[in-house]
């Protein structure tokens, strides 16, 4: 078990986090495809000039059901994938295609998407890189604290079917990162 401390400048007060990592987290064959193609939706995002994240989500069979990039540069700052993901799948899935899918994504959920996934019954998640990563990695490059604390998606979801960090692809995330904030 590891912790994490964040300060909120405005408060100036800090928080403490229990965070558990996946540290055996491999992905399997059937998993590559579907995180690779959330790397390549997260470079989209970039070129299209949004933060980089991609997300996919996958029946049980293995078909993508859905995908989508974050769309957050029009101002709306709700518009993450994974969040969009969660609306898709509640207007289009049962209960049970919904518990027996998967969400791929390129960072670990953020607590609003954490909890939409929770809210509307989706299955496991297998993120690239986690939010503990992206906070050491922005800090790193001056980047301002977010307005929501970083919580681990188990956190907000206890019960969930969670893997990730994925060794190795989460160095293409942190690259796309740099390359947003003008550190490549």
């Known amino acids: 078990m590891s912790w994490i401390k964040l300060c909120s400048k405005e408060a100036r007060e800090w928080l403490t986090l229990e965070w558990r990592f996946e540290e055996d987290a491999m992905p399997t064959d059937h998993d ?8 390549t939706l997260a470079e989209e995002a970039l070129a299209a000039g949004d933060e980089p994240f991609g997300s996919v ?12 990039r ?12 994974e969040f969009a993901i969660a609306r898709w799948a509640a207007e289009h899935l049962s209960p049970e295609q919904r518990a027996a899918a998967t969400v791929y994504t390129s960072g670990e959920h953020c607590p ?15 993120y690239i890189s986690s939010s503990a990563q992206l906070g050491t990695w922005l800090e790193a490059m001056g980047v301002p604290l977010a307005p929501v604390a970083p919580l681990p998606i188990r956190q907000v979801v206890p019960h969930l079917a969670v ?10 995330v942190h690259a796309l990162h740099r390359r947003r904030h003008g550190h490549d």
């Open 70 to 81: 974050n769309r957050i540069a029009g101002g709306d700052a709700t518009r993450h994938p």
């Open 163 to 172: 893997e990730g960090p994925v060794a190795g692809l989460d160095d293409r």
């Open 112 to 126: 609003m998407c954490a909890a939409a996934h929770g809210w509307v019954g989706l299955g496991r998640i297998v």
């Open 57 to 68: 989500l996958v029946s049980a069979e293995g078909e993508v059901l859905f995908e989508d």
């Open 32 to 39: 590559l495809p579907h995180l690779q193609r959330c790397l």
